[in-house]
T-cell receptor
Framework: DTGVSQNPRHKITKRGQNVTFRCDPI?????LYWYRQTLGQGPEFLTY????????KSRLLSDRFSAERPKGSFSTLEIQRTEQGDSAMYLC???????????????FGPGTRLTVT | GENVEQHPSTLSVQEGDSAVIKCTYS??????FPWYKQELGKGPQLIID?????GEKKDQRIAVTLNKTAKHFSLHITETQPEDSAVYFC?????????????FGAGTRLFVKA
C-alpha cells in the first residue's frame, strides 16, 4: 500500500499526559499537512510542511502542540498536557509540488482518533 | 474569518435518484474547489475538483458546478447507488497558497436507500 499511513489509529490517554502521532506520507510527496476533525465537522487545518520546513501554522495550534518533519519524510505531531477538548480525529495529508507539476490534490491518511479521559 | 457553508447536513435518497449538495464560500481569493468523500473509519478521498476558470466539470455520475459571482458551488450525483452512502465535504482554497489554506464545509451525510 503506497498511500498515507498514520499510527496509531486509536489513542486513549488521561488528561495531562503527552501523546505523539506519526504520519508517513506518499514517498514522493514533498508537502505534508495536519488537520483536526471533530465529530460532525470538516477537517480544520493545523499546520503544513514543505520538505522539512514548517511553513504555516493555524491559530488552532496552541503552544501545547508541536509538529516536526525532521528529514522531509515522516512527520510527528505531539500534544503535551492533553485536555479533554483535544479529543478528535487527527488527519494527515500529503501532496506534491514540483517545477512544472503542481498538484493540489491532497491525499489523506486514515487518521488517528484521540480520546482524552 | 473565511468559511464554507454546506447544505444539507443530511440527505436521504432512493437508489437511482439524484443527489445535490450545495456550498457557499466567503473568501473571494478562493479559486480551487475540491470535493471529498469520507467513509467510516477512513480519511477523506478526493472525488472531483474544479477551478474558477471553469463553470462545470463532469466525471461519469458526478458533476460540479461553480458560480463564482455568487460564490456558490454544487455537487451533483446521478443514478445514486448504495455505495455512494458516505459523508461528503466541499472545500475552498486560494491556489496561491499551494492548497494549504483549504477551508472545509461541515459535511453532508448521504444515505442511499436500496
Amino acid at each position: 500500500d503506497t498511500g498515507v499511513s498514520q499510527n496509531p489509529r486509536h489513542k486513549i490517554t488521561k488528561r495531562g499526559q503527552n501523546v505523539t502521532f506519526r504520519c508517513d506520507p506518499i514517498s514522493e510527496h514533498n508537502r505534508l499537512y495536519w488537520y483536526r476533525q471533530t465529530l460532525g465537522q470538516g477537517p480544520e487545518f493545523l499546520t503544513y510542511f514543505q520538505n522539512e520546513a514548517q511553513l504555516e501554522k493555524s491559530r488552532l495550534l496552541s503552544d501545547r502542540f508541536s509538529a516536526e518533519r525532521p528529514k522531509g519524510s515522516f512527520s510527528t505531531l505531539e500534544i503535551q498536557r492533553t485536555e479533554q477538548g483535544d479529543s478528535a480525529m487527527y488527519l494527515c495529508a500529503s501532496s506534491i509540488l514540483r517545477t512544472g507539476l503542481n498538484s493540489y490534490e491532497q491525499y489523506f491518511g486514515p487518521g488517528t482518533r484521540l480520546t482524552v479521559t | 474569518g473565511e468559511n464554507v457553508e454546506q447544505h444539507p447536513s443530511t440527505l436521504s435518497v432512493q437508489e437511482g435518484d439524484s443527489a445535490v449538495i450545495k456550498c457557499t464560500y466567503s473568501d473571494s481569493a478562493s479559486n480551487y474547489f475540491p470535493w471529498y468523500k469520507q467513509e467510516l473509519g477512513k480519511g477523506p478521498q478526493l472525488i472531483i475538483d474544479i477551478r474558477s476558470n471553469v463553470g462545470e466539470k463532469k466525471d461519469q455520475r458526478i458533476a460540479v458546478t461553480l458560480n463564482k459571482t455568487a460564490k456558490h458551488f454544487s455537487l451533483h450525483i446521478t443514478e445514486t447507488q448504495p455505495e455512494d452512502s458516505a459523508v461528503y465535504f466541499c472545500a475552498a482554497s486560494p491556489l496561491y497558497t499551494g492548497g494549504f489554506k483549504t477551508i472545509f464545509g461541515a459535511g453532508t451525510r448521504l444515505f442511499v436507500k436500496a
